[in-house]
């Protein structure tokens, strides 16, 4: 094996965000011959710096940590596979048949508001409501399981890593993204989760890992990373985001909670709008698209606001430059307080639509002429 084949990758301790278990399967693998070594260093900063001076090659980091930490100096151009972003719920019961007015910790404000959309009987509480809460991702899972077990709250919402990481291995259930069936509530996972960055100098040979590296991660992160870019920063902490490159067989396979939506009799036929050509005769059911989904919901989970679009790889930058001003346009509809119909025939229309939105519990009185999102939905 030549010289030119053995890389060094700048390995820091695991801090629950799933990164150096990742990576220590990738060094395990060899994959496509590549001699990789890694070198333990105790934080971040140091492996960077490390990097810098020419002392390793990579230096591996979560999407997140990333978008806060970006730099000129370094490439993020290799992502490895993504894994699962979904969180899961430790507990004994899944999400629909927890106790009424059951006690649930989420490790999130978007995870609180998903959770209290499916159930808004159960209350769901955030780390920061706990005055004793360990600071350290470890210790803090070890506290919520330990109140768990004696019954002071009914289970807590973690990342995969996390639950890993106790000891007794208790039951667990997936916050998943429900495309195969619409029965159970959806979880669009927080932006960035699931990715993992190898950091490298800016002259690093990237195309010695082209068959190893992920080119449909690496794209989803960029479109994750603008974005995000593109939202106001006190509403990042408050919204699903999922973008990833799919086939259309997967696409057109979904009958969960989205599939219902873009099925048709002749669904392959529908993808003939993405070519602009009349004569076009349509994908193969084996061609990639852009598939994202962007949702926020309201502090109480009463309120859902979604954008989501599939789109041709090669049109990537428009569609999500499309995405994000249909959700900006969604939000301003969402924010401003509706004018009661004054005109004779749609007035009584509106009233009557009301009336029975009220008679069947779906609208309360006071939120008739109010904004479907209220200041506290959004600060």
Known sequence: MSGEDRFEILLTPEIGDGV????????????????????????????????????????????????????????????????????????????EYIPKNGIIVADCEVLRRQMLRLRNDLNVKLPSDFENIPSDVFERVEWLENIRENGEIDGFITTRTLHS????????????????????????????????????????????????????????????????????????????????????????????????????????????TFSGSETYQGPKDSDPRIDVILETISSDGSVTTSVERIFPIDESHSGIQTLVVNWQQILKIAREIPEEEKRGRMKQLMDDYIDELVTKGRLSDDRIYSPLFREEDYQ
Do not use: C
């Not at 220590?24 to 960077?48: M, R």
């Not at 007794?168 to 993204?177: A, Q």
């Not at 959806?186 to 990715?195: A, D, H, S, V």
């Open 165 to 272: 990481s106790l000891n007794n291995k208790p039951r667990r259930h997936t916050l998943g993204m429900q495309r195969k069936d619409d029965a159970r509530s959806r979880f669009i996972p927080i932006p960035l989760e699931g990715y993992t960055v190898l950091l490298t100098r800016k002259d690093f040979p990237a195309s010695r890992f082209s068959k190893v590296i992920d080119m449909g991660a690496a794209l989803s992160l960029r479109l994750e990373l603008t974005v995000l870019d593109s939202i106001e920063s006190n509403m990042r902490d408050k919204i699903g985001l999922v973008i990833e490159q799919r086939k259309i067989r997967s696409i057109m396979q979904d009958v969960g909670n989205r599939g219902k939506s873009i099925g048709s009799e002749n669904p392959l036929k529908e993808w003939k």
């Open 20 to 95: 150096n278990t990742h990576v220590q399967k990738f060094i395990e693998s060899s994959p496509d011959g590549l001699k990789l070594e890694a070198k333990h260093v105790p934080h971040v900063e140091t492996a960077l710096e490390l990097l810098s001076e020419g002392h390793g090659d990579m230096v591996p980091v979560s999407g997140e940590w990333w978008y806060y930490n970006r730099s000129r100096e370094f490439s993020a151009a290799l992502v490895l596979p993504r894994r699962e972003p979904t969180r899961v719920l430790v507990g004994d019961d899944k999400p």
